[in-house]
């Protein structure tokens, strides 16, 4: 093992300038300059530790912003979700690789990075990551709390490497606290920190959202903190460690839910639906041909649905005439709707209420979604050539900018599609040290 590397990590790469504080005695680095078109994150490099999916999806929001990502991949099996499919995308005719393809999982949030295959499990491993360490900004992991320290790579080992590192943690549970060492997914943090309680019919069992949003809120929320995290390097020169907990990122996604708890000091309300505890109608409803969805959410809005159901004399009726009445008779309400709307087909309903200001939709499948015209319109789905499987359609990165675009400049890579490179273009690694290293199952 290396720990010898101290040398201030920008004067080992060209990318940006540095400069020196000297009323704090420490090299920092000057944010990129700004250039014409150039992504918010150019020039900064991410060493991307993690697996599945809250930790790749956040290095792939970093990596749509242009920062160069490294993965670090287990030489053999790789990320995780590489077996997890079907789908996949298959192999082209004259791919070098074998297998059913690219699994659809895994191409959903690891484009824009490059595949590192190396074991840390023998110290030559363990001395690339230390030099990659040196010449990264930004560092990303998903291991239980401690898990990484007989290898060298824990924060207060790498923040004597490089200190100006941002090392994020990915965890169930955070770095502190009774739960910290246990082994935490989606499913077990959406269960014990209440979304589930909250989620599914009024008189059905709890259920998990359709898909892992505490994954997805928990990449999101670090993604975040990492750039908050290189605004403050940009002031201090010092890098930090963030500590990231999938059970904490559900508790705030809890949200007014959360707030109504704590003002009342009362439980919730329990399981609704796609209804609202406090607003009705404002829910699904089924039609010839599937289900539209009404938000009634004040009387104006609930007398526009009543014309266009043809019953304007529920805006008069005492029961249904302001939402506090409409709430105490929900089910009589509810009831009387759906008899009118499964008399027409979603498409009948939605063109009847089209400009007339009343909040609707028809709830689409995922495959409708991705196909929507407005979807489209806004460029959500966009086709990159992926180079052992060919063409491979993506969901695109949702946040539009006026100046610099996020882009999907490279697709998600095979497993150690980049060793070489990395190895020669940031280490000097020579062919010779490269084939030795393979020979002996460091890297592939």
Same mark, same amino acid.
């Given at each position: 093992m290396?720990?010898?590397? @101290?040398?201030?990590? @920008? ?6 300038? *540095?400069?020196?504080?000297?009323? =704090?005695? =420490? ?11 150039? %992504?918010?994150l ?23 912003l242009g920062?160069?990502?490294?993965? +670090? ?46 074991? &840390? !499990? ?7 990551? #230390?030099? %990659? ?10 291991? +239980? ?27 169930g ?8 060492? =246990?082994?935490?997914?989606d499913?077990? *943090?959406?269960?014990e &920190? ?49 500590d990231?907990?999938l ?21 919730d309300?329990?399981?609704?639906? /796609? ?17 539209? %969805? ?9 007398? +526009?649905l ?13 029961? &249904?005439?302001?939402?506090? !009445? ?20 979603? !498409? ?22 991705? /196909?929507?015209? #407005? ?32 882009? *999907? ?8 599609q ?11 690694l020579?062919?010779? /040290? ?11």
């Amino acid at each position: 093992m290396n720990h010898s590397i @101290r040398t201030p990590w @920008r004067l080992l790469s060209s990318t940006r300038a *540095i400069g020196f504080r000297s009323d =704090r005695r =420490r090299w920092f680095t000057a944010p990129p300059a700004p250039s014409n078109g150039s %992504l918010p994150l150019e020039g900064y490099r991410v060493l991307d530790m993690t697996r599945v999916l809250a930790g790749p999806y956040c290095t792939q929001i970093l990596g749509d912003l242009g920062a160069e990502v490294i993965k +670090i991949e287990h030489p053999t099996r790789g990320d995780d979700t590489r077996a997890w499919g079907p789908p996949y995308a298959k192999y082209k005719p004259g791919s070098s690789h074998e297998g059913p393809g690219e699994s659809a999982y895994f191409l959903g949030v690891n484009r824009n990075k490059k595949s590192l295959a190396l074991s &840390f !499990q023998d110290p030559a491993g363990v001395e690339i990551l #230390h030099k %990659l360490v040196a010449r990264c900004d930004i560092l990303v992991e998903n291991y +239980i709390p401690g898990a990484l320290k007989k290898y060298g790579m824990d924060f207060e080992t790498v923040h004597k490497i490089n200190p100006a590192l941002v090392y994020a943690s990915i965890t169930g549970y955070g770095q502190t606290g009774p739960y910290s060492q =246990r082994a935490g997914y989606d499913v077990m *943090i959406e269960a014990e &920190f209440g979304l589930m309680h909250i989620t599914g019919s009024r008189d059905g069992p709890p259920v998990k959202v359709g898909v892992a949003v505490t994954d997805l809120t928990t990449g999101l929320y670090t993604s975040n903190a990492i750039m908050a995290a290189l605004l403050s390097r940009a002031k201090t020169g010092k890098g930090q460690h963030i500590d990231a907990a999938l059970s904490d990122c559900q508790t705030a996604t809890l949200a007014n839910i959360a707030s109504s708890c704590l003002i009342s000091g009362e439980k919730d309300t329990g399981r609704w639906g /796609t209804g609202h505890p406090s607003i009705v109608p404002y829910d699904s409803f089924k039609t010839k041909d599937g289900d539209i %969805l009404f938000g009634g959410g004040n009387d104006r809005l609930f007398g +526009i649905l009543c014309d266009g159901l043809g019953r304007p004399e529920w805006k008069t009726d005492a029961k &249904f005439q302001v939402n506090a !009445q409409r709430v105490a008779h929900r089910g009589e309400l509810e009831r009387e709707i759906e008899k009118i709307t499964v008399t027409k087909t979603t !498409q009948e309903w939605l063109e009847l209420f089209e400009g007339k200001g009343l909040p609707y939709a028809a709830v689409n499948d995922i495959l409708a979604t991705l /196909t929507h015209q #407005h979807t489209k319109a806004r460029n959500m789905v966009v086709e990159v050539d992926h180079g052992e499987c060919g063409p491979v359609k993506m969901v695109n990165s949702p946040v539009k900018y006026s100046e610099t675009m996020p882009t *999907i400049r490279s697709p998600p890579p095979t497993l150690g599609q980049h060793t070489d490179e990395v190895l020669r273009e940031h280490l000097g690694l020579g062919d010779s /040290t490269i084939r030795e290293l393979k020979d002996r199952g460091v890297v592939r």
